[in-house]
């Protein structure tokens, strides 16, 4: 008996969000097809029954996030996108650039774990990474709008404020470097959100 629509549409967000946390851990090459498979608890056999690569799984994986992970993220963290204001900017910059996102390797957003495996990867993937950007330009510009002519500009300089001061946080050894790093693009976004 063939599986219903619902239990393959499951198994395949279960294939996804095991792949998203390797991914974040390992990167694309180290992470192989049965990592991904035996992680969700499913044999390899069924991936190509939902993916025809593992460079399409990559590029699912990374879409992912912004309404499954990211979603539960910015909940958490009190930011609601259907009500783009300067609080949610700020709300959305107090989370993102906060400790325990930098800690949470696992759950951490795709723009910060993987952006030398993206710009190695395939268009599909980076169109994938673009939306993620997309949508954080979007809810910055949101809660500007109005406030100048420049509200786009000052909306991508403090997705790259927040990307980039978390990348390289990340990138750091243990040390009060990481804490600045962090602390310096937290401040710097959250007075241009202001302004």
């Known amino acids: 008996m063939p599986y219903s629509s619902e239990h ?17 851990r390992h990167g694309f090459q180290d992470v192989t097809i049965d990592m991904v498979m035996q ?3 499913l044999t390899r056999g069924g991936f190509y029954n939902h993916f025809k690569s593992k ?3 990559y590029g699912a994986a990374v879409s992912s996030f912004l309404m499954g992970r990211g979603a539960q993220w910015r909940a958490d ?3 609601d996108p259907t009500n783009p204001d300067p609080d949610m900017a700020r709300q959305m910059i107090a989370g ?3 400790p325990e996102h930098l800690g949470d390797l696992d759950g951490q957003c795709p723009m910060i774990a993987l952006p030398s495996d993206i710009a190695r990867a395939n268009p599909e993937v980076q ?3 673009q ?3 997309e949508a954080m330009v979007w809810l910055f510009e949101s809660g500007l709008e109005g406030q100048d002519d420049k509200a786009r500009q000052k909306a991508l300089s403090m997705a790259a404020l927040c990307i980039g001061g978390m990348i ?6 243990a040390s009060a470097l990481v804490q600045e790093v962090r602390l310096a693009a937290l401040r710097t976004a959250t007075e241009m959100a202001a302004r």
Do not use: C, D, H, M
């Open 77 to 79: 963290a009190g930011v």
């Open 131 to 133: 939306e993620l950007l």
């Open 39 to 41: 992680n969700a608890g």
């Open 55 to 57: 460079e399409a799984l």
């Open 96 to 98: 993102y650039l906060s």
């Open 168 to 173: 390289l946080a990340r990138t750091l050894p």
């Open 8 to 24: 393959k549409q499951k198994t395949r967000e279960k294939i996804v969000e095991s792949a998203r946390i390797l991914f974040n």
């Open 127 to 129: 169109a994938s990474y």
